[in-house]
């Protein structure tokens, strides 16, 4: 079945910076929207960055992050990466990939497969 497993996850002080990466197999990565979500304790999960499979990787941000996080891909890897600078404590969650065959939007519900998540700390 479908994979999806996260990784560069750790703990980073105020203003550090974080590469995730989603390595995703048993799928035609090229025809899917892939997306990353965190979840911090008692919250809902919550949008953070998306980038289609169409036109180079269409990209859409959370405001929270906009500006400071970098969603791409590399299809010839089957891989999806999240640059985070300029971390913050609040970006304190576990991060997850996710994928979805013609989607990208923000809606965690449309998202069919999930990583098992891999936990960023901030420290301020």
């Known amino acids: 079945q479908v994979q999806l497993v996260e990784s560069g996850g750790g703990l980073v002080q105020a203003g550090g910076s974080l590469r995730l990466s989603c390595a995703a197999s048993r799928l035609t990565f090229s025809r899917y929207g892939m997306g990353w979500f965190r979840q911090a304790p008692g919250k809902e999960r919550e949008f953070v960055a998306t980038i289609s499979w169409v036109g180079g990787g269409v990209t859409d941000y959370a405001d929270s992050v906009k500006g400071r996080f970098t969603i791409s891909r590399d299809n010839a890897k089957n891989t999806v990466y999240l640059q985070m600078n300029s971390l913050k404590p609040e970006d304190t969650a576990v991060y997850y990939c996710?994928?979805?065959?013609?989607?990208?939007?923000?809606?965690?519900?449309?998202?069919?497969?999930w990583g098992q998540g891999t936990q960023v700390t901030v420290s301020s």
């Open positions: 996710a994928a979805t065959v013609y989607y990208s939007g923000r809606d965690p519900g449309k998202y069919v497969y």
